[in-house]
């Protein structure tokens, strides 16, 4: 009788969802596109351990790479809008649809918050013969297709960094992706390939460890951390396309969460420890909330639409 007496009671306990109660009650999934080791990995690991102090709860992350990012893409906007799985946003968020990886983009998806750019790279090792960017592209010029680039994927933005030098210099390489910068740049290091484009923060152990010799930035400005390496903008060819990190959720997350989730995030991106580590690694600290991000995304994600079919057309 008491059992009976007690049953509604249990059952009108367990009919109160976590969804519920208060935002966020227990500890939240972040996934990341990429392999560990990269900059979308350190931007991903560092945020969320800054971000758990204003949550008061975990923020744990886990690695799903392959197919330049969609694999996590589609993962993650397949959750459920709770809050509690979320994503690292990178670049590739504007691209996997163009590149036909996935049938998903920025419009799927319930942008948080920016927080970062990072220009590119082209790193060649130490004992490589080519002392500047245009003894290697002399050496491309005679031997078309020759030379090997490791990359983070197909159609990563470090592929489409690759595919750019060729469109506006007219030479012709080899590409050889990995599932992220992590594992291109091992290939590097170990002889398979002759050179790599990454982010100045994947690059940077290696260069200072004099590993590395990095040949130019892809950007106008010079980096912090390689201010004696050009620009391609210096060297005369004025392009490069920048990665850039934020988060997102799947579509229809409560908007008070968003918001919660994005509070956590701003703090964490005005801490000091941010701010030294993109320093440190050469990254541009950006902020834009989550009206401003999905603009900037969208926009992204036409400017890919155009420009990277015809990239891939004149690889093939």
Aim: hydrophobic content about 40%; proline content about 8%; aromatic content about 8%.
């Amino acid at each position: 009788m008491f059992a009976r007496a007690l049953l509604p009671a249990l059952l009108l306990l367990a009919g109160c969802s976590t969804a519920d109660g208060p935002y966020p009650s227990k500890e939240i999934r972040l996934i990341v596109q990429a392999a560990p080791g990269g900059t979308s990995d350190t931007v991903s690991r560092v945020m969320a351990s800054l971000a758990e102090g204003p949550l008061g709860v975990p923020v744990v992350c886990e690695n799903k790479p392959g197919a330049s990012g969609a694999l996590a893409f589609a993962f993650t906007v397949r959750r459920p809008p709770d809050g509690y799985t979320i994503g690292h946003a990178p670049v590739e968020i504007a691209t996997v649809r163009s590149l036909g990886f996935a049938d998903v983009g920025p419009d799927d998806m319930a942008l948080i918050c920016m927080v970062s750019k990072t220009p590119p790279a082209l790193v060649v090792r130490t004992d490589a013969p080519w002392q500047s960017l245009d003894e290697l592209l002399d050496a491309a010029r005679k031997d078309p297709g020759g030379l090997i680039f490791s990359n983070s994927g197909t159609g990563s933005i470090w592929h489409f960094n690759t595919l750019l030098l060729e469109q506006r210099t007219g030479v012709r390489f080899t590409h050889l992706p990995y599932g992220g910068s992590s594992p291109a740049l091992v290939s590097l290091l170990g002889g398979h390939v002759d050179a790599a484009i990454a982010g100045v923060g994947e690059v940077v152990a290696h260069v200072q460890s004099g590993k590395l010799r990095p040949l130019a930035v892809f950007d106008e400005a010079r980096s912090s951390v390689f201010p004696d390496t050009p620009t391609t903008h210096e060297l005369g060819y004025e392009f490069g396309a920048p990665a850039w990190s934020g988060f997102f959720g799947p579509k229809g997350v409560p908007d008070d969460r968003v918001a919660k989730l994005a509070g956590a995030f701003k703090q964490a991106f005005d801490s000091e420890e941010w701010k030294e580590l993109c320093l440190e690694r050469g990254m541009t600290p950006v902020y834009l909330d989550r009206d401003a991000f999905r603009t900037f995304a969208l926009e992204q994600s036409d400017f890919f639409a155009g420009e990277l079919p015809q990239l891939l057309r004149m690889e093939r």
